[in-house]
């Protein structure tokens, strides 16, 4: 544990923006999941959970949470089961 009063508040930072970005990119694959098994069993609501898996694919894209280009993969695999 730092012991300078400014790299004690950095490391406090780091563990609650590390925990934001945690809990986004966790929303973000439970999304993409959810969407694979609706679209896999022809289910009803598939499309609308495609589309709120891309939203959530582009917003953690553009968090950096994930690259551009992995976002754009995974936007197109989604797209092709819908």
């Known amino acids: 544990m730092p012991n300078i009063k400014s790299a004690i508040k950095r490391v406090k930072k780091n563990e609650t923006l590390n925990a934001q970005n945690a ?3 966790s929303a973000m694959r439970t999304a993409v999941k959810k969407a694979d098994t609706a679209a896999l069993n022809n289910d009803e609501n598939a499309k609308e959970l495609i589309k709120t898996a891309i939203q959530q694919v ?7 949470l994930i690259h551009k280009n992995a976002a754009s993969r995974k936007k197109a695999q989604l797209m ?3």
């Open 58 to 64: 582009e917003k953690a894209a553009s968090k950096g």
């Open 23 to 25: 809990k986004a990119k």
């Open 80 to 82: 092709k089961k819908a």
